[in-house]
């Protein structure tokens, strides 16, 4: 099984915050690290699952090539995970819209419904200036006081998380490798 | 970019400076000169010496004393940061962050509230790793400060080599102590590393230690 992690960094030098921890959770041996802008319809269809990765809090890059998304992701069947600009991306490619949402550091979490992601009360890390809101395509698995944390498309092995997974919650990161 | 690098003169904040050397422009290095030993942000063992580290690397240095009381520090932080953009427009902030989210939290919000990147590029690196990765730059340094036990002062002014890391992953499972000192067992000085036009040499030092505590106070250094 080959992974797919994309970064949304606009500064290479961010890559190794946001990207490669991820890379590290997943492991060497099964994965395959693409810049968005690298990343075509066709070159993503020999992956199993895609991981799209978040980026520093001043990065706004990618609201601008949500078309970009939008193009290469539409028709990909096979599980997806967002994570924070990840999850803001997805949303917005279906439809929903990214809103204004302050998060730095630790956060409670409560588990809502029953997923594949996570469960019961947990604390995650957040860095971001905006997230996701008033969801119609997605359904809310998920949230904090003060914002969406995990959600899933309705009809599509679709999740986005608007934390960092990848700190002190790998577990998550692994579930939705194991889907 | 134009960067400001927060830098202790420790092995994490040189790493960090390197990473964001290739495809940035370092305007300067940040340094707070905490009064407290054991403050919550600011690496303290040899801050004084950051200068002729500075002066090695031919990078503009800011250095400013904090009061080291919790929270208040962050206050210095931010007036420093802000210093650094009047004087040189940076446009981020480059830290050595490993693991702390109460570090990288703090500075994250300063960052933010200024307008600044913030860029992390150790950030979760395993501390293996991150010793290798000394190792294999070529990093030359040396412990100045220990704080857990089976730490003996042999341990202070001992060089960062193969062997020291070795002896270090080999302490992580007996004593559950952080092999990179994450979580502040070891504190570390650079010497000599590939931004360095020359290297420090410590001339003159005094070793201060009790029950598995100490710090290697440098008293003359220069460069050659």
């Not at chain 2, 690098?5 to 940040?30: E, M, N, P, T």
Request: hydrophobic share 40%; net charge negative.
């Amino acid at each position: 099984m080959t992974i797919l992690i994309i970064s949304t960094c606009s500064e290479k030098l961010s890559e190794r915050e946001f990207v490669t921890p991820i890379s590290k959770i997943v492991g060497a041996a099964n994965q395959k690290i693409l810049h968005y802008t690298e990343c075509t319809e066709q070159n993503i269809f020999e992956f199993e699952k895609i991981l799209i990765c978040g980026t520093s809090l001043q990065d706004n890059s990618y609201q601008k090539d949500i078309d970009k998304f939008k193009m290469i992701l539409t028709n990909f069947e096979k599980p997806i995970l967002g994570i924070c600009s990840g999850m803001q991306i997805l949303c917005t490619i279906f439809g929903d819209k990214i809103i204004k949402n302050l998060e730095i550091g630790m956060v409670d979490i409560e588990t809502l419904e029953k997923n594949s992601l996570c469960k019961g009360n947990f604390q995650a890390y957040s860095i971001h200036n905006n997230s996701v809101g008033n969801l119609v395509h997605f359904t809310i698995l998920a949230q904090s006081e003060t914002s969406i944390q995990v959600i899933k498309h309705k009809t599509k092995n679709i999740f986005g998380v608007s934390f960092h997974p990848e700190v002190r919650n790998e577990s998550i990161i692994e579930n939705f490798l194991s889907i | 970019m134009k960067l400001a690098v927060l830098f202790s003169g420790g092995k994490d904040s040189y790493l960090a400076l390197q990473y964001a050397s290739v495809d940035h422009k370092i305007s300067c290095l940040l340094t707070l000169e905490s009064e407290k030993e054991d403050s919550w942000m600011f690496h303290t063992p040899a801050i004084e010496w950051t200068k002729l580290q500075a002066k090695a690397m031919k990078i503009d240095h800011l250095i400013s004393k904090t009061s080291g009381v919790k929270e208040e520090e962050l206050d210095d932080l931010g007036s420093i940061i802000e210093s650094s953009i009047s004087k040189y427009s940076i446009e981020g902030i480059v830290t050595g962050a490993l693991a702390s989210v109460y570090q990288s939290t703090r500075i994250q919000k300063i960052c933010n509230d200024l307008g600044l990147w913030c860029f992390n590029p150790l950030w979760q690196m395993p501390q293996k790793q991150l010793l290798q990765e000394l190792l294999s730059n070529k990093v030359e340094s040396i412990i100045t400060g220990i704080a857990a036990e089976p730490f003996d002062d042999t341990w202070l002014g001992r060089c960062i080599d193969s062997e020291c890391v070795d002896d270090l992953m080999s302490l992580e499972s007996r004593y559950r102590i952080n092999p990179a000192g994450e979580g502040g067992e070891i504190e570390s000085f650079v010497l000599n590393a590939p931004l360095f036009h020359k290297s420090v040499r410590i001339i003159e030092s005094k070793k201060y230690y009790s029950n598995f505590s100490g710090r290697l106070e440098i008293k003359k250094a220069l460069l050659i």
